[in-house]
């Protein structure tokens, strides 16, 4: 269940990433994206539960704040250029490579650290839920990004939007979560 559930932003990012903008959907491309949001998604439970002490006095304040700025950030951008008429896109270079990948990777596995600092008192296996956690991510991933490539270039702007709508609404959820909690 974890691993549905943290793989939900990835697969949002990843469906923007194939629908507005000019990334080839190829097993190379596919591989690089799932496997950097599967191994973040993988690693950060990991240091989480690692690190369970301090994680919580670190990030517990701030991790909320820094993945609804960073998804508000990429999703804001995503409506905007879906409003524009130009067909240029918020990935105008090659999304699945650097520091884009990095920063959209790290945004959405930030919940995840939490996560893992829930797993000392659920008595979780660490180890098996984390990387459970990786390979859920990395399957969603994968046939996200071929199902967008099959119907989603059709649709365009109107799916850089809706990507746009939903990153914004996941950040939202993930400030209102920790905020209420």
Same mark, same amino acid.
């Given at each position: 269940m974890f691993g549905l559930s943290l793989s939900m932003d990835t697969l949002a990012i990843s469906l923007a990433m194939v629908?507005?903008?000019?990334?080839?959907?190829?097993?190379?491309?596919?591989?690089?994206?799932?496997?950097?949001?599967?191994?973040?998604?993988a690693f950060m439970p990991m240091a989480g539960w690692g690190l369970a002490e301090t994680a919580i006095s670190v990030t517990g304040g701030v991790d909320h704040w820094i993945a609804f700025g960073l998804l508000a950030l990429v999703g804001g951008r995503?409506?905007?250029?879906?409003?524009?008429?130009?067909?240029?896109?918020i990935f105008a270079n090659d999304p699945s490579r650097g520091?884009?990948?990095?920063?959209?990777?790290? #945004?959405?596995?930030?919940? &995840?650290?939490? =996560?893992?600092?829930? /797993?000392?008192? %659920?008595?979780?296996a660490p180890f098996f839920t984390s990387s459970v956690i990786g390979i859920v991510t990395f399957i969603i991933v994968a046939?996200?990004?071929?199902?967008?490539?099959?119907i989603g270039r059709r649709s365009?702007?109107?799916?850089?939007?809706?990507? #746009?709508?939903?990153?914004? &609404?996941?950040? =939202?959820?993930?400030? /209102?979560?920790? %905020?209420?909690?």
């Open positions: 629908v507005c903008s000019s990334l080839p959907v190829t097993p190379a491309s596919i591989t690089r994206v799932a496997g950097i949001f599967g191994l973040f998604q995503m409506i905007y250029e879906g409003l524009q008429n130009s067909a240029e896109c520091l884009p990948l990095i920063i959209l990777a790290l #945004g959405t596995s930030i919940d &995840a650290l939490a =996560v893992g600092v829930s /797993f000392v008192p %659920l008595g979780a046939s996200g990004m071929l199902l967008a490539n099959r365009g702007k109107r799916m850089e939007v809706l990507g #746009g709508v939903i990153l914004i &609404a996941i950040g =939202v959820k993930i400030l /209102f979560s920790h %905020l209420a909690g």
